[in-house]
């Protein structure tokens, strides 16, 4: 009884559990994981409760937010137009496309840079106005690990990084 109670003393004294400990070497903590799952998920919840509160704006700027609305459907719906003019009317569809392939290369590589780079500024600014990805990432962190010094949470966390900008800054 003497062996059996001092292993189970050094197993589990002093509100530790070895056996517990050593699995989730081998093994994630489900609950564990399940919580920081959560967590990251009502995160993100609120992320994208903050990104649809508009602020009430003038009637210019939502005439505006409707123009930049327009393109991608137009595009969209111009390009099953077309389909449907070519089964209608082949001879005024040939027509037309006749016409396109006379415009120039220049012209055509020019309006692909203007419509590239319209989406692309368009992406970009949406990913950039609406999503703070630090912000996200530390909402998911336990708050013992949020809680780091201020020096700590200066930087990057690269001691390297951070001796060669005070060095070269």
Not at 2 to 15: D, E, H, M, P, R
Not at 70 to 81: D, E, V
């Amino acid at each position: 009884m003497g062996i059996a109670s001092t292993i189970i003393s050094a197993l589990f004294g002093s509100n530790r559990n070895v056996i517990k400990e050593t699995a989730e070497v081998f093994r994630v903590n489900a609950e564990a994981q399940d919580q920081r799952y959560a967590d990251q998920t009502q995160a993100a919840l609120a992320q994208f409760a903050a990104e649809f509160q508009h602020q009430r704006t003038g009637n210019f700027d939502r005439f505006i937010d409707g123009l930049n609305r327009i393109p991608r459907p137009m595009m969209a719906l111009g390009c099953i137009g077309l389909m449907v003019s070519a089964m209608i009317d082949p001879l005024w569809f040939s027509a037309r496309m006749r016409g396109l392939a006379l415009v120039p290369e220049p012209l055509w590589w020019l309006i692909g840079v203007v419509v590239s780079f319209y989406f692309g500024a368009r992406t970009l600014e949406k990913n950039m106005g609406t999503r703070n990805v630090s912000a996200l990432f530390q909402a998911g962190q336990p708050a013992a690990k949020q809680a780091a010094p201020e020096a700590e949470k200066s930087g990057d966390g690269n001691a390297a990084l951070e001796e060669w900008k005070s060095n070269n800054g």
